[in-house]
């Protein structure tokens, strides 16, 4: 297969493995490497980094983000890079729980807690959980206020946010809170689990989900 319709066969299936492109191109494993420089292409920061992906496929979320297949890509570089990039860009800094959401880590990963000693970033315990923020002094201070704001108000999601959670609903009826959390994640907003309890339970909503204890 010539170089113009493996490019061809790479777009149509999305992502390939380095094993995959040997096959297609016959040739070394080197020579692929040298390829997919040359195409510029990005690496997944899921799976061990072993799938790759041509620039133009991916439509990338809010966060910089696109899944595929339960491959995730970044447009921030490698896992590091985008914990740290989705860490500044936050409104409020990401918990723990979240940033396992959004890059899909179990949520007590160790990769996780090691970005405590990450340049750029901070981390403390809000409310028993860990928190980290940027290390940024004015965008350190937005983020505390944020967080300190959630705390104070009522709790709701914003019409946006609520339009997002009802949509999910409609979709997935028997969708659990903490699935819904994570789907509005992907979406590139953050919605605490208890702030959608609420909204389910103010509009008598809350018996439609699967499990309401989560």
Not at 64 to 87: C, D, E, P
């Amino acid at each position: 297969m010539d170089d113009k319709k493996v490019l061809e066969n790479f777009r149509r299936q999305k992502i390939a493995t380095i094993e995959q492109l040997v096959q297609w191109l016959k040739c070394s494993v080197i020579t692929v490497r040298r390829r997919l420089k040359e195409w510029r292409s990005l690496t997944s920061i899921n799976q061990n980094g072993r799938y790759y992906t041509l620039p133009e496929v991916p439509v990338f979320d809010p966060n910089g983000l696109w899944r595929y297949q339960r491959v995730l890509f970044s447009t921030h570089g490698n896992l590091k890079q985008t914990l740290v990039a989705m860490i500044n860009k936050s409104a409020r800094g990401l918990s723990a729980v979240e940033i396992a959401r959004l890059v899909d880590l179990p949520f007590n990963s160790s990769f996780i807690s090691r970005m405590a000693r990450v340049p750029g970033v901070k981390r403390e315990k809000h409310e028993g959980r860990f928190v980290y923020f940027s290390a940024g002094p004015e965008i350190y201070t937005l983020q505390q206020h944020a967080r300190a704001s959630d705390r104070k108000g009522a709790g709701m999601p914003t019409d946006s946010e609520a339009v997002m959670i009802l949509v999910e609903l409609v979709k997935d009826p028997g969708i659990g809170i903490e699935q819904l959390a994570t789907r509005i994640a992907h979406q590139g907003q953050w919605v605490e689990p208890e702030a959608i309890r609420a909204f389910l339970e103010r509009h008598d909503l809350v018996k439609k989900t699967a499990d309401t204890r989560q």
